[in-house]
């Protein structure tokens, strides 16, 4: 198997789906999902993709543009999906989309994406080759 087929084996193998409840705990004052409950479910999610990409510890060493097109309600169901979308060297690049629906309609739709960057590190703790 050539490198570019292991890569896209990988990356089908890494998409990773989290289904989440957002309760009254977890809103803002206007009961919406709380900005910062949503990132950490997103980098939580990444996270998991490319641990599973690469099998080896990682860190996050940015978030890139993430963009809430739509405040999610309390009393709704939230579906994260996250893919590798790029490898580097040393990093993995996941992107990230947060999915709504209402619990009672089988209406799903985006209603916030973005990327996290992940670098691989050795037992030195230094940036080591992602694949390898």
């Given at each position: 198997?050539?490198?570019?087929?292991?890569?896209?084996?990988r990356m089908e193998h890494a998409v990773t789906r989290v289904t989440k409840t957002v309760f009254?705990?977890?809103?803002?004052?206007?009961?919406?999902?709380?900005?910062?409950?949503?990132?950490?479910?997103?980098?939580?999610?990444?996270?998991i993709a490319a641990t599973r990409f690469c099998r080896k510890p990682l860190v996050t060493v940015s978030s890139d543009r993430v963009d809430f097109k739509e405040s999610i309600p309390a009393g709704t169901i939230i579906e994260l999906v996250a893919k590798v979308e790029h490898v580097g060297r040393t990093s993995i690049r996941v992107h990230v989309d947060i999915f709504?629906?209402?619990?009672?309609?089988d209406d799903q739709h985006k209603a916030i994406s973005g990327s996290f960057t992940f670098v691989a590190l050795g037992p030195d703790r230094k940036p080591t080759p992602v694949l390898g």
């Open positions: 198997m050539n490198n570019d087929a292991l890569i896209a084996k009254p705990g977890r809103t803002n004052h206007h009961n919406t999902l709380f900005g910062g409950e949503a990132l950490a479910w997103m980098d939580e999610a990444a996270f709504v629906e209402n619990m009672y309609n």
